[in-house]
């Protein structure tokens, strides 16, 4: 079973290489698979590969799909779209 969530980029400079950075470092901390695509695409990426997440290309505005799997994927989610739901000024956020 996987759970999934539908979260938006913020960040007016899109997920660029900072917050990728930040993405999978807290991918990596699960045990689960955790995963991305793009609404307009079809094809998932791994979320604690850097090269795959700045594959994405995700602009200001792209909706990306994440999906968690495994053992404590509820946990894996919640915190992959919290970086995504953070409203601090800074280039760090999503």
């Known amino acids: 079973m996987s759970l999934e969530c539908l979260v938006t980029v913020s960040n007016p400079l ?5 917050p990728s950075a930040r993405l999978v470092t807290v ?11 793009r609404m307009d695409d079809l094809s998932f990426v791994d979320a604690s590969s850097i090269l795959s997440v700045m ?36 280039s760090h956020v999503f």
């Open 27 to 37: 991918a990596s901390q699960f045990k689960s698979r955790i995963l991305i695509r």
């Open 55 to 90: 594959f994405l290309a995700a602009s200001h505005g792209t909706r990306l799909v994440i999906r968690a799997e495994g053992e404590d994927e509820r946990a894996a989610l919640a915190a992959v779209v919290a970086l995504f739901t953070e409203t601090q000024e800074s």
């Open 14 to 18: 899109g997920l660029h290489a900072r």
